[in-house]
């Protein structure tokens, strides 16, 4: 279940929207908007290193549905979760094979040398 700023709020004890106010103050964002970056940046890091479904991180990163977690990942990022997770899968190959590349054929050892 997601974590609601009333949750927040009634857990430290003050009123929301006193504590909206001094979260704003403090961090520079409203409470709601830093939820959905700190759950959109979980998404990004599930989409990079999970073969978990879209639906599946969704889910985990507490939205209450693909298609809302899409629409909200999608004007975040630019880009829809699938294709987030392709480019960042292309880019690893990429940095991989040029490690490669730039790697020696062998290792000299003491002997060698």
């Known amino acids: 279940m997601p974590m609601k700023v ?3 709020s009634d857990y430290v004890g003050i009123n929301r929207s006193y504590f909206s106010d001094l979260f704003k103050q403090y961090t520079g964002m409203s409470p709601v908007k830093y939820l959905q970056n700190f759950r959109i ?6 989409l ?3 073969e978990l479904s879209i639906e599946s991180i969704a889910f985990s990163c507490g939205y209450q549905s693909a298609e809302a977690f899409h629409k909200i990942f ?4 630019g880009m829809s979760p699938n294709a987030y997770r392709q480019e960042k899968r292309q880019r690893t190959i990429s940095s991989q094979e040029t490690m490669n590349n730039n790697r020696p054929d062998y290792i000299e050892t003491d002997d060698e040398l």
């Open 6 to 8: 009333e949750e927040l």
């Open 74 to 77: 999608r004007k975040t990022t």
């Open 41 to 46: 940046t979980k998404a990004q890091h599930m």
């Open 48 to 50: 990079t290193i999970s």
